[in-house]
């Protein structure tokens, strides 16, 4: 079983930065693939970006791409999304989630582990 926890989300206004993090525990969750995904109000939720345990593959989703990072400390446990130049309709609840592959997937459904969220407002 792997447990996930988000944190770091906040109201912060356009332009500016936030770090989430995800802790992760659990006998094997250090090595499996991490997913961000985020959901905005009244929408479905989407993918953002991942990276597979060793942190030798990464995607972003495009919106995304050239403002956001994502990295990983795998004798920390945690995963990391840095997110900058950050945009009103970057505003979402920021899930974390894992999947036992080494490859990433940018579909919801292919990860079975997911944490509780972390909310993110930007304000123009």
């Known amino acids: 079983q792997v447990q996930l926890v988000e944190s770091g989300g906040k109201l912060v206004q356009a332009g500016g930065s936030l770090r989430l993090t995800c802790a992760t525990s659990g006998r094997t969750g250090s090595v499996y693939t991490k997913g961000w995904f985020r959901q905005a109000r009244g929408k479905e939720r989407e993918f953002v970006g991942g990276i597979n345990w060793n942190g030798g593959i990464i995607d972003y989703a495009d919106s995304v791409k050239g403002r956001f990072t994502i990295s990983r400390d795998n004798a920390q446990n945690t995963v990391y999304l840095q997110m900058n130049n950050l945009k009103p309709e970057d505003t979402a609840v920021y899930y974390c989630?894992?999947?036992?592959?080494?490859?990433?997937?940018?579909?919801?459904?292919?990860?079975?582990?997911w944490g509780q969220g972390t909310q993110v407002t930007v304000s123009s």
């Open positions: 989630a894992a999947r036992p592959s080494t490859f990433v997937s940018a579909r919801p459904n292919e990860y079975g582990f």
